[in-house]
């Protein structure tokens, strides 16, 4: 009995002590060259969200804003997993309306996560509706061109890989020449883009393991990038940068141990 209750007493140590981290949101800022845009001058700064995981979120909208509206912001990229129940559309909207508050001059984009898709039918609208309503373009498989000081930028959406959403001949079809920045949800699909061009691509769908103790091992069902100890942070396939994001919230048990939300800046330098 007392050797139970030890143990139990452990347990809501090491619980309280990983609750708390999800509180203590890491900021990152990632400085990637651009070698083949000439007219520009000034870095292009791109702040990435992704994972938000709304029921298990221990970041508010007030506090999110408070933490970045400390710099500029050209443009908002947030690579999915948003929620996976109905109930939690409504909470998007706050997010939402405080990233707007940011006033990105080339605006917000976002792909969909697996957890997206737990969501069917007129739920799943509704989401990309709120998405959309609220200042927000959502590319699935499709991409959008925008000029960055008379420059091309094709912002190429990928949709969610696990699920077998994505289709990458779909997302650039007619790309025109320009910087290519894919946003997706599950970084291994750049393992199927050996000869498609991109300049950088975004990702999250890891939690940087979530429980990354002593190793996460949980994550090995996660494709081929985990056995490649590709789960967080910047990293290069066929010389090509990609990027994994932490993400903001939890999945499960809102728990982290060896691994931080996080929230980063991403500047085209």
């Known amino acids: 009995m007392v050797l139970f209750l030890i143990f139990s007493a452990l347990i809501g140590v090491v619980f309280f002590f990983a609750n708390r981290n999800t509180k203590k949101v890491e900021i990152n800022t990632i400085s990637v060259s651009r070698p083949n845009i000439e007219v520009s ?5 791109i702040l990435h969200l992704s994972d938000l995981h709304l029921e298990n979120i221990s970041v508010n909208p007030n506090e999110l804003y408070n933490i970045v509206s400390g710099q500029p912001v050209d443009l908002i990229a947030l690579t999915g997993d ?9 909470k998007l909207r706050g997010y939402l309306e405080v990233l707007n508050k940011l006033n990105p001059k080339y605006g917000m984009y976002a792909v969909f996560g697996n957890h997206d898709y737990v969501l069917k039918g007129k739920n799943f609208e509704a989401l990309k509706r709120t998405l959309e309503d609220n200042g927000c373009q959502t590319l699935q498989n499709e ?14 959406g990928i949709d ?7 289709d990458v001949h779909k997302a650039y079809l007619n790309v025109p020449e320009g910087y290519n920045l894919v ?9 199927e883009m050996e000869e498609i061009h991109f300049d950088y691509l975004l990702s999250g769908h890891f939690h940087g393991g979530q429980i ?11 494709g081929k990038l985990v056995r490649m100890k590709m789960v967080k942070g910047l990293h290069y396939h066929g010389g090509k940068p990609f990027y994994i994001s932490e993400g903001l919230g939890q999945t499960g048990v809102n728990i982290r141990i060896g691994s931080r939300p996080e929230i980063t800046f991403h500047e085209l330098s």
Not at 160 to 166: A, I, K, V
Not at 212 to 222: A, C, F, Q
């Open 41 to 45: 001058s000034n870095n292009l700064k």
């Open 82 to 90: 948003f929620l996976d129940r109905k109930r939690s559309i409504p």
């Open 143 to 156: 991409h959008i061109t925008i000029k960055v000081n008379g420059e091309k930028l094709n912002i190429i």
């Open 160 to 166: 969610n890989y696990s699920t077998h959403h994505s």
């Open 183 to 191: 946003l997706t949800h599950d970084p291994n699909v750049v393992l």
């Open 212 to 222: 990354h103790w002593p190793k996460p091992y949980h994550l090995i069902k996660m």
